[in-house]
């Protein structure tokens, strides 16, 4: 279509881009928002790594991180991750071909164990680990001292073999997610032409299933390298009371030594930023590894895939799954609920020992734990909202306005995704104690505010957006065909479809914020305490039945917001 | 010889909104060496779930199946061959052409898996690449391939193995019009090279028509007809047969003294001879292009519309308050409005009654 027509419609004039319209107003300010609200942590950190101040300074950087503590931080991490990503694929994989593609009975049991770790922060998980198998006063390693008459503690969660045991059964369930949802994805047929060509099962597994799974799989194992290289709440829990220490643990350490004197913050950055490139590097590998095999193999008429039976292995593989998923999913959360309801830590399970006083102290009179709940509520829904506003605005912009550099707004968005969560609150630190025109969130709820913001606004962005590219042009362009303005096609079309995307998309930000840990230790204040920090803060000073109370009060708030949005979005799978 | 032969096969499934529901109910088979047989029926008839369990990739829930003579899945003996030992050659619809694996290791893999040579295994799947035209394509991966290619493979990969069996599920259905008819020829074309028996389950009749030796005709789960298309297109036996294949016309009508009237109004007899069914009322099934429709002679009607279609005219026909559907040559048009009289030929009769499958299709349809 030719262009140099005059055009008397307004409105098409301003689709060319003539006129400021509201497609360009949204377009400036999805800039002015995510250079704000990304960009500027990030060059804070930079900057203050390289410059002390009056010159460009690389000593301190090199001294810190040849520092001997620091490298073996540095080591620690690595082995850690990736040890237990390792570990965590080959479980995932292998229950998610269980589940997927077996005929083994209780899949809805299973399948429910395994939504249980995603509501569980880490932390708290790490937290139940080590009241159970924690030395010689570990619950579980008592109970086998009695029982076997051992001399000494059989296990010891306090060390590097204890927090890679933690994060693998914490983290295959991820692997498990992405694998499983491949599996159901994938066209039966695929599997079985090789059958009918003459292939048994187990190489039907080897030749087909598991080559067309790979990108599947190789996601999952991305996330969970990423997460466990930026995890803080698992070597915390478990190791820095045996001064093991990974990079996002030292990184808050150093923070927390240096008590505001700004060299020791600018040690900190310089940690942060090697703990941003090893997680590049393991991003940049996962790409290359990624590019390598992508098919679409989502194809065909839907059908039941034939499930292979397991014959004789069917219950005996019952029976090991269930003991093991109860052992790693359940049995944290019972030692929790447990020493909640116990007079003092360290008192045997006994019912004269059982009492609800913890429950009382905490959210009877105790303001430092109301208000911790009241501000993680506060920054959920708040952060919630925004990221949702921020999320829909962005995928708009993205992908129906198609301004020059949407690709830069893209990668804007998801570059905090793939931050650690440590590197973010340092980044805020630095750019909103006074660095810029003055403004200082520092010590306020606020400054936590705008961290969520910035780590969470990918997962609305992710959410609106898939459900946005199925909003065929030809829905808005008939409601303009109509008579509907831009405006209103966008309110009656557009927005009602997206509307399932945008009320799963504001929980998938609510939840994660209200279970927190990470960016708000490096964050709060005494006004701003989180569920997170607060519990941290009484395991410290030795109320560990308070703070298993508090943890119980923590996931049933998640578990019930989580059941609140399984109702809201049922039956509403996509557009 | 029969290659095939299925007894009493049924296939029953629980749902959760429909409860038990009989997919397959009582099919019995014999399909002849060399011969090419086509399952026909609307999608959710059985003939998929019956192809599957000729495959082997569904238990039976009552029956027993043999390929070749040997027995491979007996209810009743609980006796199960599984599919790769069936030695069948089997296309889907959506091709299930490995995106992982370029052309050549598609085609081989079921020699590979068997443990054919290498150097047997490239002359053989050389010879299959040929007659499906992707010689010299060896090195190509299927997702820079066209649908019509990709389906070549599918088709290069269940002859590599020379099966007696061929299992076709629909496999022309993601193809364009035009691709269709070249890629039926090129089927029937193997078929006379490699001489193997072929079932072809499809929604489209006119493929099934074009390409079966016999064929048979579902819904709802029950065999409605066997034979030769010919025979299912004159003399259908079954109302749903007659609405599958082809145009048809269904009037209600009423028999009274060897006569038969429109439902409803006994003055003016329609001129043909009741049969002889006992039944007081009856369905007249007619073919729109077997009505003579003139001026003269014949049962009275008016036309309610005409449609002028390439190579025919069209007349929706009042008759009393019901209408038929005629068509006649470009001569002599009728207008709307006008009187005409029509003559029927070869009418087919059917019970008014419902039948099992109605009944059945009213339970699912109100679930």
Redesign the interface.
Known sequence: MSMSFTRKNSDLARMDGKKFGLDQIMTVLCFLILTTVVILPVVMIIYNTFWDGTKIDLEMFGRVIFREENLTAMKNTVIIAVISTIFATIIGVFFAWLLGRSDIPMKGLMRWLFSIPFMIPPFLAAMAWDMMFSGRGGYVNRFLMSIFNLKSAPFNINTLAGIIVIEVVYYFPFVYMQVVSALERM?P??E?????????QW?VIR??TL??TIPAISSGTLLVLITSLSNYGIPRMVGSSKNIFTLPTKIVDLVNRAGGDFQGIREATALSVVLVIVVSIALFVQRKLLKA?R???I???SMRP?LIKLRAAKYPLLIVSLVFLTLVVLAPLVIIVLVSLLRAYGLPFAWENFTLANYTKILVNNKAVTDSIQNSLFLGFSSGFVCLFLGVMLSYVIYKVKPKGSGILETLAVLPYSLPGTVMAIGCILAWSGAVFGITLYNSIWIIMVAYIARYLSYTLKSCSASLQQVHVSLEDASRACGATHMESLADVTLPLIKPAMISSFFMVFLPAMRELTTSVLLYGPNSRTLGVAIQNLRDNGYMTQAAALSVVAIIIIMVCNGVVKFITRDRKGV | MDQIVLKNVTKRFTTKTLGTVTAVDNFNLNVREGECFSFLGPSGCGKTTTLRMIAGFEDLSEGEIYLGGAPVSIRSRNLYVPPEDRGLGMVFQAFAVWPHMNIFDNVAYPLKVKKVPAAEIRERVKKALKHCSLDGMEKVFPSDLSGGQQQRIALARAIVTSPKVMLLDEPLSNLDPKLRETMRFEIKKLQKEFNFTIIFVTHDQSEAMALSDRMLVMDMGVVKQIGTPTELYNNPTDKFVHSFLGQSNFTNVELSGGRVYLKGDRSVPLGMEAPKTGETEMLLATRPNTIEINREEGFRGTVVKRVFLTDFTEYIVALGDQTVRVQAPHRNMFRAGETCYLRFANPIWYSAKKDASDAERERRTLV
């Open positions: 066209d047929t695929l079985e032409s090789a059958r009918i060509a003459g292939a048994k190489y030749t087909v080559p067309l095999g098919y679409d193999i194809k065909g008429k034939t």
